[in-house]
């Protein structure tokens, strides 16, 4: 079956640090990759994405890379943020029939001032 | 631009006591789905529906009922709520089209006492 593996948490770091993430993957088919952003007390907002191998997905700074030769969609940022607090989420989505989307656990970001 | 709208968005419960979550979306999408959201577990999926009419098991089904009313609106039922049923809710929804990532509601925070 679909699994994804996340980093665990939670992180803390200064601000303007250099961020990542780590995410692998199994699947069968050819998944497209997501990440996620939960800010406190709201839903789950898509930071960026990727469908294939070797794209390249980028938002607010933020950008992951789609290997398929390593199953990774680790995410990067080179200088974060307070704003950046949040729990992000690693997921992917199958298709041809298959419409579900699994979700690693979530890795809570805490950036300090 | 409503998105996906879930009610309520608090509620307590006391043990056995039933209740319905309420999820419509006004963006046209053809999937809907239900997660739960516990510490240290991610999102889990409870039950999805590819079209309207159809409804498939996720991971964490038991203990759960829905019904996909028709293409806007998907509810999740509790018929006899238990502690364990505790979690934050989340509704979902995407277009059943290649590489579409899904959309999410704000969550509804149930606590069975």
């Known amino acids: 079956g679909n699994s994804v593996t996340q980093m665990e948490g939670p992180v803390t770091l200064s601000e303007e640090a250099f961020l990542t993430i780590n995410c692998t993957y199994t699947?069968?088919?050819?998944?497209?990759l997501f990440w996620y952003v939960q800010y406190p007390g709201e839903g789950l907002q898509l930071l960026l994405k990727?469908?294939?191998?070797?794209d390249k997905g980028s938002n607010k700074g933020f950008e992951a890379t789609y290997r398929k030769e390593t199953t990774s969609f680790h995410l990067e940022k080179g200088s974060v943020q307070v704003s950046d607090s949040a729990v992000y989420f690693c997921a992917l989505g199958v298709n041809f029939g298959n419409e579900k989307l699994t979700f690693g656990t979530g890795t809570r970001l805490t950036i300090i001032p | 631009n409503a998105g996906v709208t879930q009610t309520p968005k608090f509620q307590v419960l006391k043990t056995g006591q039933s209740m319905t979550l309420q999820c419509a979306q006004d963006?046209?999408?053809?999937?809907m789905y239900w997660y739960r959201q516990d510490p240290g577990m991610g999102l889990r999926l409870i039950y999805y529906s590819a079209s309207e009419g159809t409804t498939d098991k996720g991971e964490v089904p038991n203990g759960y009922n829905v019904s996909r009313l028709n293409k806007r609106e998907f509810s999740l039922r509790l018929e006899s709520a238990a502690p364990s049923q505790t979690s934050v809710y989340f509704c979902?929804?995407?277009?059943?089209?290649?590489?579409?990532?899904?959309?999410f509601g704000q969550g509804t925070r149930l606590t069975v006492v």
């Open positions: 979902a929804s995407r277009k059943k089209i290649l590489n579409t990532e899904a959309f």
């Open positions: 963006m046209n999408h053809n999937s």
């Open positions: 699947a069968t088919g050819y998944p497209s």
């Open positions: 990727a469908t294939k191998a070797d």
